[in-house]
């Protein structure tokens, strides 16, 4: 039972996760001002991701 809760908390953070990746990518698409600050986001959000 511990195991398969456990399981479910993994899939449950990882499906959070790429879901949040999904909206903000979602809003840069609808944005799309190429501004050089959305940029910098972009990068620090594919670097964190990486970590993960």
């Known amino acids: ?14 499906s959070a996760n790429v879901l949040s ?5 979602g809003d840069l698409q609808e944005n799309s001002c190429g501004a050089a600050e959305d940029s910098e986001t972009i990068c620090r959000l594919h670097r964190h ?3 993960i």
């Open 21 to 25: 990746v999904q909206r903000v990518f």
């Open 1 to 14: 039972m511990a195991v398969s809760g456990g399981c479910k908390d993994i899939l449950w953070r990882f």
């Open 49 to 51: 991701n990486r970590i």
